[in-house]
């Protein structure tokens, strides 16, 4: 059997260290495989046709929703396959606005990416509800005051579980119990999460989850969708056509009873058939995790004695390996740029996360983010290539 690393042999033989897993993951070859597989052997169109194709692309598409609920403590009958985080939030924020036009507030944080900000403030434009931003500490990265914002006005709390940006975990399970408690609903964007954290709808008793494949080792197209029991049944689809509607004249229509209400046109399954493959995958992975945390804390370490460089919520250890950095000194494109000189692909920018930046006061930042396709000794080449930068521009 080949060890973690060897699954992605490809990226070793270009000698890229590749960080910016935060931002989508490389692919396993084991995913590659079955994708290659699906395409010659299986494609068609699912839930179409009763020829042999349509069929197992049928039971291919039905094996990753049954697997995807597994991988978060779910019943299949909630899990929803869209096609993006930002999609399936932006379905749910239309979905909301004709199932509770009434709604009088909602509460976000300001660490949210803009897919998990954007549809709620439309939202609560489009319904006159207040829309409250909970603060973020800047030394620890942690959202603050939700116990006193998330009152009994309120009707929704859309969280990040984890920053795209500080990486910093958020304490989602006690924001849904609290919310709960206020008659909220809670819907918990678990794109950066999925990859780092065992995830456990029961657990947490959210709402609703969502999380994009293309970060959890599978590729770009697909996304998971969890809805609570008591709550899909009341939503109606705000995406329609194909594949799910019970009934169409030319004057009505209505939709299948179960969750298959909320995937109209045709399915992304070669997408699906990556993401089961890569969730199995993904689960045998989990004694390496302890390997990625450690390359990633050595780094820290190193970063820690270099004063020039800042570390995002610096304060906190209740985070995922995932680092963002600015130095007053350079510029973070600059800093990307030297780094990729060096092989090393990272991320810089604002991230999709302006609310968060502005309230750090930053224009923009580096972002280190680890998968299981880094190692240890990758990272005296990270520190090398962060030096050189140093040398260059401030020495
Ligand atoms: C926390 C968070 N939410 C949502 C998204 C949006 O994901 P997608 O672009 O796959 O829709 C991202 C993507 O980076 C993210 O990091």
Redesign the pocket.
Known sequence: MLSCREQFSYLTDSDLIYLDN??TSQLPISVLNAQQQYWQYAHANAHRGAHQRARSATEAWERCRQTAATFIGANAADVSLQT????ALNHLALMLAEQQPDLRKIVVSAAE?H??WLPWQYLAQRCGAEFVVLPVAVESGEIQQWQQLIDSDTDLVAI?HVS?VSGVINPVEEICRHAHKQGARVIV?A??SAAHLALDVDQLQCDALVF?A??VYAPVGV?VMYLAADWWPQLTPQIRGGGMVAQVTPFSASWLPDIHRFEAGTPNVAAAVGLTNALQWFAEQAPHQAQVEQSFNWLQQQLAQRPWLQRVAANTSRRIPLLSLYCESIHSQDLAFMLDEAGIAVRAGQH?AQPLLQQLGLSSVVRLSWGLNNRDDDMQRVVDALDQAYQLFIE
Not at 84 to 87: A, F, I, K, V, Y
């Open positions: 935060a931002a993006s985080t930002t999609q990416h897919a998990n990040t795209n964007d794109a950066q994009s293309h970060k996304a999709c």
